[in-house]
């Protein structure tokens, strides 16, 4: 692998303008800006309508700025989100004579300095399943986010249909895999069971190491950790760059350009790179479904219909963030991925029955709207480069077997015991300080029976405990309140592998009720990113899958699997 450098970076300023003489004295909502107007006219401050989270559009409501999506709230006085260590920068801006406001933006690209002309050998392209992709050129593969079978999220989250059984073979003889982020519907430790140790893995190089972490963990020793935005070639006309999510999360995308094609996956991010990306591209892959997130579905601070409301709006928030990248790459071809997934246990569905997600044909009007081709995702399918022509061409596959759902879930019970002294112990070695008390209740599948010992825990001033039920408190002033109710085998596997503690929020394992309503974005970013180590991993003693390869043709493939801890 060669690192050849970075990409050009270039800029085209635009300017707006804003009369002063039109606003009045303390925030104003102007088109695609918040301005704050002190007294003789003075201009306070500026800052964009787009949320630092997840990339939605806030709406002024007093001196406050709310995100609709994820109901965070930015304190307008302070630019600081409400319990969240991001702040909200201000927008570049000039004060001209007093008499109008200039609004700096502008329309940044990335071009690739090291891209040749279109090469005459093929480059073939095949959707696997989810996140899964494999791509192929030169005599060399790549295959990206491998999940082709078992349960992601603790049951909480299957793959919407099986994957082909040649799939698995393609991950095994693949020469690299790329891994986004450390969720398991991405990094599968099941699927990954299947490749030697020493498979070279490529991941973004995050400060926290959280994917690494994982990868190490699982026994991989050939992890290799590449900058962000640096080009490097792993092959003949082979390059690639991981670039990072605009947002904080730890997530990131990979763009790809091979025999002169540029090629974007975007993964799971929120505006990729803060939407500064390569134009006129040649494929363009997203994310497109939303319904990824505990949020609403799993917060009953919120009526029914109220999260309904939400999910709405997150799904038409996940379209325009569609648009968006459309935009902003311009590409010739799209092909919506990522958001294959299903909650298909008995004991989820509500969640299964309520949280409605875009489908892959709803983008193809909005392709043909902006003279993009688009391209349905097709397991039996292999697109191919050549000669600056793009083609199709359907396979013979055979496909896995439908999973078992009750097998998986009836194993984790087995095999996860809750224990509140284990909790407590965990808790207090966490090392979080922060005015926020929470209240972990242990339930059964429906949330609606307490069925062990709850654990109270207080942040700010180091108090960890077992309560009685009786005693579970609503609120507390100057402190942040959550009631976390959590299916019993879930928080005990989530403490004893030190899992983030997103895994059961997305998986939908737990149920929320909180004071304030506002989302403790410190507290699950420290669970998930801080406090996860190498000496645990995201995985379980038993081979779950085996309920899926345990079956011919397959099954001499396979019979060699074991476990991690065996």
Known sequence: MKRLGKFNLIKNLKKKKVYIDTLKE???SVKDHIIKIGKNNTVLQVIDKTCDHA???LILKGDKAICPMHNWSLNLNTLEYNNSHVCKKEAEHKVINDSYIELLSSSSFLENQYRNKFKDENLNIRWLNHATVYIESNGVSLIT???LFGPAFMTGWWLKDPSTVDSI???KKADYIYISHNHPDHLHPETLSLLSRDKKLIVGDFSTKSTEKYLKALGFNNIISLGFNDIYE????????????GDFRDDSGIYLNINGYQILLTVDCNFLNSNILPQNIDLLMTSFAAGASGFPICYDDYTLEEKRNILNRNKMGRKSSVINYLNATKPKNYIPYAGMFKEYSKRDHFVRNNNEKNLTNDFDQIC?????NYIEPKRDEVISFKNGIISKKNINVTYLHKEDTSFYIEKYKEEYIYDSSVLISYLKKSQFYNNQILQIIPTNDSFDEIVDEVVYADFKNQIYKTINSDDIIDSKDEFRVMKLFVRKEIIACVVENKLP???FSIGFQMRVL????EYESEFWYHFTNVYINSEHFRYSSYCGSCSVINQKPIWNTFKSIKSIKN
């Open 368 to 372: 043909t709207n902006l003279n993009i």
């Open 234 to 245: 792993i092959g003949s006309e082979f390059q690639i760059s991981i670039m990072k999510s």
């Open 145 to 147: 986010d491998p999940w």
């Open 514 to 517: 909180r004071t304030p309503n």
């Open 26 to 28: 303390g925030f104003n």
């Open 55 to 57: 990339g939605g559009r």
């Open 501 to 503: 503690w997103e895994d």
């Open 169 to 171: 073979e393609l991950l």
